[in-house]
């Protein structure tokens, strides 16, 4: 291209870190904690075993019983052979450079990139088949110790106690099955960034970014800790793909320093002595952040008896998710709910069941980006005061300023549809206003 432009490309591969191939209590069956323990009787201890006697008999080696977990509440592992392959992330990008006048630059960049094999929470290896949710509350009955069927549904075993819904689901004899080191999740990312920096230069620096980008991944299940819900059809994992819980579609963020024109050597007030040690020698700096709020996400719908996905809830047709007073613009975070309870609904409602209703997957998906939640943003200032004292001592003094014009950035309100404190924020992401003042002698050796 022409001197003062610029085009370049990349692309790459990147290959995450191999995770642990066993996990970290071990499987059952493959480990063993003899306990000895000694009794109180009326004429003292009783010591459990003598040393001059050796160890008692007590379980050795490996127990390769495949039914050693039947019936005892405890969850097997599974891992399969692919689960320990790492994550492949392809990278690609196109960028354009322009210079401009003053020592400006402006630049253009579409960036992306598609990940698989990622660390993921999306099998359900023990979930009951979606051909019996039309059972509705059916699901909900027990068997006793001596039936042989319920709802027309043989036992799967003599003696079996739980629900219907266990008792159909593919391992009846244990709860759920915890996969181990699942990566099965993918993600891709693309966005559009233009930036425009100036390098200092006649005592201005600036660099003004701008981003417009879409993150759309399966892999943020694993994160059921920070993000609500999970996975809720394991049947129908293209349905899981949503955007991600920290997709930001535009952000815009803005830093600049100045040196004012006033003092010695400069375009105002040009002079020495007390004039230069009251008018020269100031800077200041700032920073401004703003981005799109994170995408909405809820808790679980009402679920099924025994090993459940989560089920979401549904968006009714035709109703605003936000309430009245945030659609006003009038909105009191101290006692207005952000959310409209009336907009959601449990797709699984006792209500619904005992109509005759069967169980069914909600609207909503597991990340919901038509609905997000407060934002708010920031401005950063720093005032600076540079006084020469003599040829290899310089006097700095600085006055920051942070979250400078006090914005509350609200924090995710309440996201459980059917808690009574649906849609009200209780806290903030961040403090209020701060600042702090600094004073240093700066020496040069040269």
């Known amino acids: 291209m022409s001197g003062k432009s610029v085009l370049r490309g990349n692309y790459g591969i990147i290959y995450g870190a191999t995770p642990m191939n066993v996990p970290a209590n071990g499987e059952p069956g493959f480990s063993n904690h003899p306990n000895f323990t000694d009794s109180l009787t009326a004429g003292g201890f009783t010591t459990p075993f003598s040393l001059d006697s050796g160890f008692p008999n007590f379980s050795k080696g490996i127990n390769l019983d495949p ?21 492949n992330v392809q990278n690609y990008g196109l960028e354009i450079l322009q210079q401009l006048p003053h020592a400006t630059v402006l630049s253009l960049t579409y960036t992306g990139n598609r990940a698989t094999h990622l660390s993921s929470n999306l099998m359900c290896l023990n979930c009951l088949s979606t051909q019996y949710y039309g059972l509705g509350s059916q699901l909900r009955q027990s068997f006793s110790a001596d039936q042989t069927t319920l709802s ?34 993918q993600s891709s990312y693309n966005a559009l960034y233009a930036k425009l920096q100036r390098n200092f230069s ?80 100031w800077e200041i700096s ?41 659609l006003s613009g009038q909105l009191d975070p101290l006692n207005d709910a952000y959310l409209n309870k009336d907009a959601f609904s449990d797709p699984n409602s006792d209500e619904r069941l005992t109509k005759g209703g069967g ?66 924020i209780s806290g903030t992401e961040h403090g209020p206003r701060g600042g702090q003042l600094t004073m240093r002698i700066n020496f040069s050796t040269a």
């Open 67 to 87: 039914f050693q977990l039947d019936n005892t509440g405890n969850s097997p592992f599974y891992t399969a052979h692919s689960f320990g392959r790492p994550a």
């Open 202 to 281: 006649n005592g201005f620096s600036l660099l003004a970014s701008y981003a417009w980008s879409k993150t759309l991944t399966d892999a943020d299940s694993t994160l059921i800790g920070q993000l609500a819900g999970g996975f809720q059809n394991p049947f129908n994992l293209k349905g899981e793909k949503a955007v991600s819980g920290y997709d930001y579609p535009q952000t815009f963020a803005l830093s600049y320093v100045y040196e004012l024109p006033f003092g010695k050597n400069k375009a105002f007030l040009n002079g020495g002595g007390v004039l230069n040690a009251v008018v020269g020698g």
């Open 286 to 326: 700032g920073i401004h952040h703003a981005q799109s709020a994170v995408p909405a996400h809820f808790d679980c719908a009402t679920g099924l008896p025994g090993s459940s996905p989560c089920f979401r809830f549904s968006l009714n047709p035709g109703v605003s998710p936000y309430s009245a007073a945030k």
């Open 359 to 424: 169980f069914q997957f909600g609207s909503l998906p597991r990340n919901v980006g038509s609905i997000r939640y407060p934002i708010t943003p920031l401005s950063d200032f720093s005032f600076i005061k540079r006084t020469t004292i003599s040829e290899r001592a310089t006097a700095e003094f600085r006055v920051e300023l942070f979250n400078a014009f006090n914005q509350h950035r609200l924090g995710a309100p309440n996201q459980n549809p059917n808690s009574t404190a649906f849609g009200h």
């Open 152 to 185: 027309g549904h043989k036992t799967p075993y003599s003696s079996f106690t739980g629900s219907l819904a266990q008792g159909l689901q593919p391992f009846p004899q244990i709860g759920s099955v915890s996969t181990f080191n699942e990566n099965i999740g």
